[in-house]
């Protein structure tokens, strides 16, 4: 079985005086084609401090929008959903935790992106398997409604985590619910949404001769 998993490069925040690259995965899986999170598509006076650099889904060569067949968020925050509104009509997937949060506490998010015209929730209450092999799973801690995809490679899964993890290093030492449940589907790698490249295991000692 063919699986793989590819990170788009969407935006660029500046954090902290560094810039903080923002990445959307798709999941070429043999039953479909599942992109997670969709990043920014524009500009907005809420987050102009971080000086955003956009460089949305919509009208890049090579990137084929209606060849996605589902489309997940991991959590709502700005930089996840903000090209939510390019799937009109198709129903989005997200925890209903998350959802409500979104929709009702402050200053969590860019609300006209979450529900901008046309957008559809799929609340998701739990697991879901989303397709066969491709499942949803509560992972909370960077929010209480976040959510990974964990996709079955027929060696160890691949896990795509949004930023239940922000930077790679948090998962070699993980301290949140979500974090020790990434770690306890005993991953091949794990991509996270503001990292290159994917956070793999180290080798195990006890398995060296
Ligand atoms: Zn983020």
């Known amino acids: 079985m063919t699986v793989t998993v590819e990170p788009v490069l969407v935006a660029e925040l500046l954090v902290e005086g560094e810039r903080m690259p923002v990445y ?6 043999p039953v479909g084609r599942v992109l997670v999170d969709t990043g920014m598509t524009e500009l907005h ?13 919509s009208g890049r060569a090579g990137f084929d929008l209606a060849g996605i067949d589902l489309v997940v968020n991991t959590h709502l925050h700005f930089d996840h959903c903000g090209g939510n509104r390019l799937f009109r009509g198709r129903p989005i997937h997200v925890q209903r935790r998350e959802l409500d949060d979104a ?3 402050e200053d969590y998010t860019i609300r006209e992106w979450v529900d901008a015209p046309g957008v559809q929730y799929r609340p998701v209450d739990g697991e879901l398997e989303l397709l066969p092999g491709i499942r949803l799973v509560p992972a909370p801690g960077h929010t209480a409604g ?9 060696g160890r899964p691949s896990v795509i985590a949004g930023d239940t993890a922000v930077f790679a290093g948090e998962l ?13 589907l005993d991953p091949g790698e794990v991509w996270l949404a503001h990292e290159e490249d994917p956070w793999r295991p180290r080798a195990d000692p006890r398995r060296t001769p």
């Open 24 to 29: 959307v995965h798709v999941v070429h899986h």
């Open 45 to 57: 006076p809420a987050v102009a401090d971080m000086d955003p650099r956009v460089f949305p889904l």
């Open 103 to 105: 929709r009702n506490q």
């Open 146 to 154: 976040s959510q990974v995809v964990v996709v079955e490679t027929g």
């Open 172 to 184: 070699d030492e993980p301290r949140t619910e979500g974090q020790r449940l990434i770690r306890s």
